[in-house]
């Protein structure tokens, strides 16, 4: 059993800064990358930010230079540090693990999600 557990999030103003954190534990192997997806009213979920194992990124365009994600693998900690928020990343937000449960099985799992709210 796996567990990814979300903390962070809420309403912040435009221009503002929220920092998110999500811990995978139980039955893991390795993780091999942990991200950040998120999904609007109405819209479909979409990738945010992730990092592998070893160390590369990967952002949305539409948060380049404003949203910086990092780990910590030793703690299977994933960080998400959001500046300049706009009203358009208003969103929940998903933590993502691709992980090996023992040396052959993987999966993809997630948190339950945490609300960002940036006002218009």
């Known amino acids: 059993q796996v567990q990814l557990v979300e903390s962070g999030g809420g309403l912040v103003q435009p221009g503002g800064s929220l920092s998110l954190s999500c811990i995978a534990s139980?039955?893991?192997?390795?993780?091999?990358?942990m991200g950040w997806y998120r999904q609007a009213p109405g819209k479909e979920r979409e990738l945010v930010a992730s990092k592998n194992s070893g160390g590369g990124t990967n952002y949305a365009d539409s948060v380049k230079g404003r949203f910086t994600i990092s780990r910590d693998n030793a703690q299977n900690t994933v960080y998400l540090q959001m500046s300049s928020l706009k009203p358009e990343d208003t969103a929940v937000y998903y933590c993502?693990?691709?992980?090996?449960?023992?040396?052959?099985?993987?999966?993809?799992?997630w948190g339950q999600g945490t609300q960002v709210t940036v006002p218009s």
């Open positions: 139980g039955s893991i192997f390795s993780i091999v990358d």
């Open positions: 993502n693990a691709r992980l090996y449960t023992d040396y052959r099985h993987w999966d993809d799992y």
